[in-house]
């Protein structure tokens, strides 16, 4: 427990009267004594209580402030214990102190145990049971994820920056700094990969190019450096020639890293680093190794103009003391709200809760404010932090950055610092043409008012601002309709198209997917292959084709239907004949009167013919078998049956529910069986190898285009389309105009594969110095999955005309599906009128002859009457 009373001088009698005047115009400041209890986790109380202790008597004994003592009642606990914060509260509660300052570096604890390395020691309140609502309890120790204050947990702040503040400083420099790309080093235990996520996040929404790498550490502890992997890691960042490098790590590891890299000539003018590490430009690393090289490192100080002690201090030094100050300057407005009257001195013992959002000041971490986040949670506010950047071996301050206001640099460096030796820096000059998916308008430029390249888009156009941002290049770019590739003047060599103009150096590069051919490296060269471009095949849209009148049959062969039609047959036959012999079958008992005469019919040829045909369709039988071997026959018929209806039932679905097209040309070897006119244009390669190909089936290709060759050998891509479009014709098509067929021209498409591939590249003017570069970025893509993400994102996409189609084509059957079904059901109905009105006719005509005779019998035979017990009966013989 320490005390530390103000000091005051007792006047001189000369100014007696005088300090009596000036009394009764001014409030009378009272003595406000407070009461602090200190928690140190374990291994802190040696490193920060004589801190506290200074702080708070240079602060108490500050001239200008209402007279404010402390009493500070230290404790040491260790926070690994779950309640160990909770237990420290209960012992400062029975001393009646509200206030306490939670010191919990778990660094020091894990010095003190080495069995705690990896393990996060929070301190936290976790008993439900506590009333601790009045308490305030300022909290210094690194953020975790959020943890929940349990009911009454009074006001709980944090003086130690938030993950998204240290976050948001990175991005705003990067940002100040026009970075477009860098490399992310990090180890898991530095303060700053609590802020990688979110960093991440925010460089994604800025479409940012970072590659993360985690620095490899022996073990779990939090300073030891695999330095061989950490050698090859570097290497990897030196291989890729990104010269922006973001170190999100601790001192120790800094050193190691910093280390290595000046022994691979990484700390040189090429490159610029930024250290996050707030205890970096505290004195914790030398930058003798930065004398003389030219290197350009970042850091942020969080005051360069307070010390600790007369020395920098580390950042969780300055972040005690500063929420030692918080205290005290709430303590101050406290005092001054008693001397208002507002409270008594016993009351403001445990309200300086109510004034932590209302207090400001420079402390040693820069401006302290806090803002209310709930209804018992304070947090940092108006963080500040000052830029450092290196002069040779020396610091200096070349700004500020602040969450109100972003990064403000006046930096000594070069702020067009190159980040390629090639590109960097420079501004191309790009011809280019409208080619989808390669660069295409976008769909409301005009609208927006978009200008350069923001009104386009495309496969090329996302690949040259990336290559932009990496190689750090500008460029300005025109996009012309009716501009072509080029062809050569045969008369003096010279080239037109986009090809002459950069042959003329009219411009740097031809921004548009070309097919590489060795007559045009006479006057270009070409870069790596950015996609595999051929011929394709374009005919005209196939139209369903109407289904037969006899569809509902195809599910089976004609063969099959014969088959089960005469099987059919044959079992009925079986069953009559059985039906006739088997003494067991109806037929039998009914010859030895067992059943009625008329039963044992039941299974003559007729129903026995009518008694399968209705377990072939699976209405059932009328009559089953009363034999055994008729049983057994029924059986197998019946299974048969059952396997056939499952057969065509799933047969007849798939028939009814295709697309039955007309046949369509789907090869090159197709397209010469087949009876389909062809062309190309005229100009294409592949026009003149069919004509002088000697081999199947290019050689029948080409005497027919040289047959027609006034008639399908145009100059115009639009007038073959507009041929395949009207006419049984098929288009020998280029690349050029695929797209357009999925897109546009939906009576189009295109069949088969690609065939006679060849790359395509981008061209720049013979012996351009850029050509390696992007050539090594193309590469990269590569490896890296960029080209991937972008062929998916316009190439393989099926088109609106696809999509149409699809959308029409729902599946749904139509009336011509079974128009055949329907006729037969005419067929039928037809059938039943005819045997219908012959029974009639034969029934009323064997009824007129069976009553002619009835009554020539009734004429003949004698009456008889029987008189039976005196009455009379009639006898129906």
């Known amino acids: 427990m320490g005390r530390f009373p103000h000091e005051k001088q007792p006047p001189s009698n000369a100014l007696g009267p005088l300090l009596v005047l000036l009394l009764s115009q001014v409030e009378l400041v009272f003595s406000l004594n407070v009461d602090i209890g200190v928690m140190y986790a374990a291994g802190n109380q040696e490193a920060y209580a004589e801190g506290v202790r200074n702080v708070l008597r240079d602060f108490s004994q500050s001239q200008g402030s209402p007279d404010v003592t402390f009493n500070l009642v230290e404790l040491d606990s260790s926070c690994v214990e779950k309640d160990a914060l909770d237990n420290a509260t209960a012992w400062f509660k029975d001393r009646g102190i509200c206030n306490i300052l939670v010191v919990n570096n ?20 976790h008993d439900l049971t506590q009333d601790n609502s009045q308490l305030l309890t300022m909290v210094v120790q690194r953020p975790v994820e959020a943890h929940g204050l349990p009911p009454n947990s009074g006001v709980w702040v944090t003086s130690y920056p938030e993950p998204d503040d240290l976050s948001l400083m990175i991005v705003n420099t990067v940002e100040k700094y026009k970075w477009t790309s860098a490399f992310v080093l990090y180890d898991k235990f530095a303060d700053a990969y ?34 061989p992997s950490l050698t090859e890691l570097l290497r990897q960042v030196k291989k890729s020639r990104e010269s922006h490098v973001i170190l999100m790590s601790n001192s120790a590891i800094i050193n190691d890293v910093l280390d290595r890299a000046v022994y691979l000539l990484m700390v040189k003018e090429q490159y610029h680093w930024i250290i996050t590490s707030l205890n970096a430009p505290l004195g914790d690393i030398s930058f003798d190794a930065f004398q003389d090289t030219g ?35 709430s303590a101050v407005e406290a005092a001054r709200a ?51 950047e290196n002069t040779g071996s020396d610091l200096v301050k070349v700004g500020k950055w602040s969450q109100v206001d972003g990064a403000n640099l006046t930096s000594q460096f070069n702020s067009s610092f190159f980040t390629n030796p090639v590109l960097g820096g420079k501004v191309l000059k790009i011809i280019s043409k409208q080619r989808d998916p390669w660069v295409r308008l976008k769909q409301h430029a005009d609208t927006e008012g978009l200008i350069g390249v923001e009104r386009y888009e495309g496969f090329l156009i996302d690949m040259l601002n990336l290559m932009a941002k990496r190689l750090n290049f500008t460029f300005t ?106 003494p067991n079958e109806w037929g039998g008992l009914a010859k030895r009167g067992e059943v009625e005469e008329e039963e044992g019919k039941n299974l003559n040829f007729l129903n026995s013919l009518w008694s399968v045909w209705g377990a072939y369709v699976a209405a059932g039988p009328e009559f089953l078998p009363r034999s055994f071997a008729g049983r057994t026959l029924a059986s197998l ?63 029948i290709l080409g005497r027919r285009l040289k047959r027609w060759k006034g008639e399908v050998l145009l100059d115009s891509r639009e007038k073959l389309l507009k041929k395949a479009e009207e006419e049984r014709f098929v288009f020998i098509a280029d690349n050029e105009n695929q797209f357009r067929v999925k897109e546009e021209l939906c009576n189009l498409i295109v069949v088969g594969e690609r065939f006679f591939r060849s790359p395509t590249a981008l061209m720049f003017p013979r012996g351009s110095p850029f050509v390696t570069e992007f050539n ?75 009553g002619k005779n009835d009554d020539e019998k009734k004429d003949d035979a004698p009456e008889a009457n029987f008189n039976i017990n005196g009455g009379l009966n009639p006898i129906y013989l």
């Open 295 to 329: 290197v350009r490192a970042t850091f942020f100080h969080p005051n360069t103009e307070r010390n600790t002690n007369g020395t920098a201090g580390r950042m969780f030094e300055r972040l005690v003391l500063d929420g030692a100050l918080s205290l005290a300057h």
């Open 338 to 388: 008693v001397d208002r009257g507002e409270m008594t001195a016993g009351q403001a013992q445990c309200r300086l809760r109510d004034y932590m959002t209302e207090i400001e000041f420079e402390g040693y971490t820069g401006n302290v404010h806090y803002k209310n986040v709930s209804v018992s949670t304070r947090l940092r506010n108006n963080l500040v932090m000052d830029l450092m």
């Open 194 to 227: 609590r802020s990688l996520q979110k960093f991440l996040n925010w460089a994604a929404d800025r479409d940012w190019l970072l590659r993360v790498k985690e620095i490899p550490l022996i073990g779990e502890g939090p300073d030891k450096v695999d330095k």
């Open 477 to 582: 770019i025109d996009v012309r309709d009716n501009i072509t590739i080029g062809s050569q003047n045969e008369t003096d060599g010279s080239w037109d198209g986009m090809i002459g103009l950069l042959a003329r150096h009219e411009y740097d590069l031809a921004l548009d997917a070309v097919s590489t051919r060795s007559f045009r490296l006479q006057a270009v060269d070409f870069t790596e292959p950015i996609e595999m471009a051929g011929y394709y095949l374009i005919m005209r849209r196939p139209s369903r084709a109407a289904p037969g009148l006899l569809e509902f049959l195809n599910p089976f062969s004609y063969t099959v239907w014969v088959v089960m039609l005469c099987a059919n047959l044959g079992v009925a036959i079986l069953l009559a004949y059985n039906n006739c012999i088997n």
């Open 106 to 125: 778990d660094r020091k604890a894990v010095k003190l145990d080495h069995n705690l390395e990896g393990e996060a020691t929070h301190c936290a309140y």
């Open 637 to 699: 018929w019946f299974f048969v049956c059952l396997v056939a209806i499952s057969s065509y039932t799933a047969n007849l679905a798939a028939f009814l529910t295709k697309t039955n097209l007309d046949r369509q040309i789907s090869s090159l070897q197709d397209l010469a069986n087949s009876d389909y006119r062809f062309g190309a244009l005229e100009r294409n390669t592949i026009v003149k190898f069919l004509m002088n190909s000697t081999d199947e089936p290019y050689k």
């Open 776 to 850: 090594r970025q193309i590469l990269l893509f590569r490896e890296e999955g960029v080209m991937d993400i972008l062929r998916d994102r316009y190439l393989n996409v099926p088109g609106e005309c696809s999509t149409k189609y699809v959308a029409q084509d729902d599946g749904q059957l139509q009336i011509e599906s079974f128009i055949g079904l329907f006729y037969l059901l005419l067929i039928g109905v037809a059938l039943f009128l005819i045997v219908g009105l012959v029974e009639i006719l034969f029934f009323f005509a064997r009824g007129k002859k069976d």
